[in-house]
């Protein structure tokens, strides 16, 4: 029987849009099995290993965008797995993952099923627009699997197989790819391992295979319920009586959000449009709503229609309800986005005027929709973003592109770099001037971090055992040893060049005994002018250090 169903799948060459939701969630399942092994690839063994994390997350909140629709068509699908994918992209893999699925959305936009000629599309498109979203593509990593992997599939496509046929011809070709990467890139060569976003790439690959053979049972319980964000509105004063929201699902693509705030702004105040190419929510306090219903209606389907009469309010509720929008709207001509994890971190920051403070870091990168949410949550036009991580900065610039408001992203890669580029931050300089000063800033500081190893490893030909301590500057391990004082000194001796600050943050696994041990060492060794500390409490890393 076994055989015969086997048999009857090897038909199969083109699916429906419920056939191709069990592709996503075979994906995602496997994906979530094996992230652990993909965490585990990381060329440093240092505890920030978190591809495997990033592009399982990443995955998740796109099924999750999948989970509410109602429709089965494949071109609906898809369009909700890249807008989901895109909002929850974490860390670099993430991104890259979302711009792949985007090549899906793209090469289906008006598809119903899907075919063995679409996935060949699909996979092709992914590639492509993967490869345009990096700056600086490199060969040897999830690039080089993804083009592959096209590759596998238009082969698949001239010998007339099936989808289970092109999705295994797919998997062959990039399991061969991956297999190469160490020869592309020495460093992985050295540690001994693949490409770890191929793999995860490869992995997706496997699990849409699993999907379509029905060996995956998914379970929905994965799926957690996503929490709605906060739309902020900034009031005026109340000049019109009626206060009327409405979603527009458009219909032409011929205005955008810009246009439809242009051509509304004059019907009222408190005008607010925000949206995607696809839904527009649109929030005015106008006179004549059945104008706007009107507007509406002349680009798309509309829901959620909400009509207030802000009159028929009582004193005491408009009182109250115009205290709140002075407290919580009142706009700021700059605000100030941080990542960064400890309390002790977290409070640095804000003394140092910064707004909101993403909770993230090593191996917990935020996501898109973290950065939207905390940029709509900032009650200024102006916002700068402190990434603080290599593997958050692409993150924070896609939430910058995808918001109505300006935003200087500074590629900081670490705490120290972030606190020395708040030195030149003016509230009132211009955005674009600013953002070129604090970017200025971060050569001016030295930054060491000082973690333990979490496994064997070669790198640079330093043989690093499980455990050992780990100095590493500008994201290069340094020194390695057995005590985190000597490593610290040994490393600041390889690196001094008269600085005469040094500030260390100590963390949550450091008591207060040994950090005061730890600048009693550095007086001894060192003539520093002054040497401060500070209880960061971060996790993963006892000693985050800059030199000035």
């Keep these: 029987m076994q055989v015969d169903k086997e048999k009857d799948l090897k038909k199969m060459y083109e699916i429906s849009g419920e056939k191709y939701r069990d592709l996503l969630l075979g994906a995602l399942m496997w994906l979530k099995e094996q992230q652990s092994f993909i965490d585990s690839l990381n060329v440093f063994p240092v505890p920030d290993g978190d591809t495997g994390t990033n592009m399982y997350l990443t995955f998740l909140d796109a099924v999750k965008a999948v989970k509410k629709l109602e429709s ?107 297999n190469k ?22 992995t997706i690959l496997e699990g849409m295979l699993k999907g379509l053979l029905g060996e995956k049972e998914y379970k929905s319980s994965e799926l957690e319920l996503v929490k709605a964000g906060k739309t902020t509105v900034v009031a005026q004063d109340l000049k019109y009586v009626y206060c009327t929201e409405l979603l527009i699902d458009l219909k032409a693509r011929d205005k955008g959000i810009n246009d439809i705030r242009s051509d509304l702004e004059s019907y009222g105040d408190s005008l607010l449009v925000v949206g995607t190419e696809n839904f527009v929510k649109v929030h005015i306090h106008t006179n004549h709503p059945g104008i706007i219903l009107e507007y509406g209606l002349k680009l798309g389907s509309l829901s959620d229609i909400k009509i207030d009469n ?94 109505e408001k300006k935003i200087a992203v500074i590629p900081t890669r670490s705490i120290p770099q972030a606190i020395a580029s708040l030195m030149a931050y003016d509230v009132d300089a211009d955005l674009d001037e600013l953002k070129e000063a604090m970017t200025d800033e971060i050569d001016n500081v030295k930054s060491i971090e000082v973690t333990r190893a979490v496994k064997d490893s070669k790198v640079n030909g330093k043989e690093i055992k499980a455990g050992d301590v780990i100095a590493l ?70 000693y985050i250090i800059s030199l000035e």
């Design 310 to 403: 802000m009159q028929l309010q009582s004193a005491e509720k408009i009182e109250k309800q115009e205290e709140k929008t002075r407290q919580e709207f009142m706009t700021k001509k700059k605000g100030l986005i941080a990542v960064g994890q400890g309390e002790g971190i977290k409070k640095i920051f804000e003394e140092l005027g910064v707004d909101i403070v993403i909770n993230g870091g090593q191996s917990m990168n935020p996501s898109i929709n973290d950065f939207v949410t905390a940029i709509n949550n900032i009650n200024s036009m102006e916002i700068v973003i402190l990434p603080n991580n290599k593997n958050i900065i692409s993150a924070a610039e896609q939430a910058a592109s995808v918001t």
């Design 72 to 178: 089965n068509d494949v071109s609906v699908i898809n369009e909700a797995l890249a807008r989901g994918a895109l909002m929850g992209a974490r860390g670099n893999s993430g991104v890259i993952l979302s711009q792949l699925i985007r090549g899906f959305q793209v090469a289906n936009k008006k598809n119903k099923n899907f075919n063995t000629a679409n996935l060949a599309e699909s996979l092709r498109k992914a590639s492509e627009i993967a490869y345009q979203g990096v700056l600086k593509p490199v060969e040897g990593t999830i690039l080089t699997v993804s083009r592959k992997a096209a590759d596998g599939a238009e082969m698949a496509l001239k010998k007339n197989l099936d989808l289970v046929g092109m999705l295994e011809s797919t998997i062959a070709y990039a399991q061969d790819a991956l």
């Design 473 to 542: 500057f500008n994201d290069d391990i340094r020194t390695v040893g057995t005590d985190y004082n000597q490593v610290i000194i040994d490393l600041i001796k390889d690196i001094y060049d008269e600085e005469e600050l040094l500030t260390f943050f100590y963390g949550e696994d450091i008591s207060e005994e040994e950090a005061l041990q730890l600048k009693k060492d550095l007086e001894e060794n060192f003539d520093f002018e002054e040497i401060e500390i500070y209880s960061g409490q971060q996790p993963l890393y006892p």
């Design 181 to 202: 990467t160490p020869e592309m890139l020495p460093a992985l060569k050295e540690a001994g391992v693949v490409d770890a976003g191929g793999q995860g790439y490869l």
